[in-house]
């Protein structure tokens, strides 16, 4: 049987779509049309149902994937190591929220670049969970760093880190709102107080609210800024209250700049996801930033 059309099939059976999959291995719709129907016609077996919306695998579709995808995987880990060992360097495509990826990610990386790193060129793209797990599923990049867990077979999830959420102010609203107020009266002692944000749907302080108060806020945004690094720097410099991660305002809550205004038994969290397409853990490059930040994230619990 050819493994280039076992390599198809496969591809196909992990995307869900000809399309996608097109994408992925770089050829057009209608050649990887033409593949399929060539690897049914030897097998006298229909390997996908065609829908409105991609196409699903049959019994037989799913049987074949579950046989042969491992061993395409080695075949291309063979394949990449021996690319590896005959190159110095090879190109990690990495992509994630700016702060957490800027903070967290990008830093544990670098280890693995420069002169005495382990022959890895690094580039970031920085985006939302819709953007960067679309770019992953179109082949634009290696590693995806987000917050929603992707769905189908085409992207693998391993939990990265979990993001603890703090409501912060600067020390004049924090005085203003009190600790005893804000015990007593709970979410309507924060009612009409100006918010910073990232969204005009205020998603971080929404989540806060319902997972501390039960309830949500009833408020509108101050200030709408798309990185959590400019909202802290608006919240710090008296603009209103704000809910952060932790680690981005730690510096800032040891200083004093701002303040964190509750200390919930059970502090809200957010759970970062590590996603690829499946498979291309075979790839050394890919498996070894892959692992690094795994070991890493050990640290920023």
Not at 69 to 95: C, F, G, K, M, Q
């Amino acid at each position: 049987m050819d493994l280039a059309l076992l390599r198809t099939f496969v591809t196909v059976h992990r995307a869900g779509s000809f399309t996608r999959a097109a994408a992925l291995l770089g050829l057009s719709q209608p050649a990887v049309t033409s593949q399929i129907r060539t690897l049914e016609r030897q097998l006298g077996r229909p390997l996908f149902l065609r829908q409105a919306r991609g196409v699903t695998p049959t019994t037989i579709g799913d049987e074949l994937a579950h046989k042969a995808a491992p061993h395409l995987d080695a075949l291309v880990e063979i394949a990449e190591t021996e690319l590896e060992e005959d190159s110095s360097v090879r190109t990690l495509h990495l992509a994630g929220p700016p702060e957490f990826t800027a903070a967290r990610a990008l830093p544990a990386l670098t280890t693995l670049t420069g002169q005495d790193g382990q022959g890895l060129a690094l580039r970031a793209t920085f985006g939302n969970a819709e953007e960067v797990l679309e770019g992953l599923s179109a082949g634009h990049h290696d590693l995806a760093i987000t917050a929603a867990r992707p769905r189908g077979a085409l992207l693998t999830a391993t939990p990265l880190c979990d993001e603890e959420h703090v409501l912060v102010a600067d020390p004049h609203w924090a005085a203003r709102i009190g600790p005893g107020k804000l015990r007593r009266k709970g979410a309507s002692a924060l009612e009409n107080l100006p918010v910073v944000e990232v969204h005009e749907s205020l998603p971080l302080v929404s989540r806060y609210w319902a997972a501390v108060f039960d309830t949500r806020p009833a408020a509108s945004g101050a200030v709408i800024v798309p990185d959590l690094r400019a909202v802290l720097a608006c919240v710090a410099n008296g603009a209103g209250l704000a809910v952060l991660p932790r680690y981005l305002c730690a510096d800032a809550l040891k200083s004093g700049e701002v303040m964190a205004l509750l200390d919930p038994a059970v502090p809200p969290l957010r759970t970062y996801f590590l996603a690829v397409r499946t498979g291309t853990l075979a790839m050394p490059h890919i498996a070894r930033a892959h692992e690094w930040l795994l070991r890493a994230a050990v640290d920023w619990a």
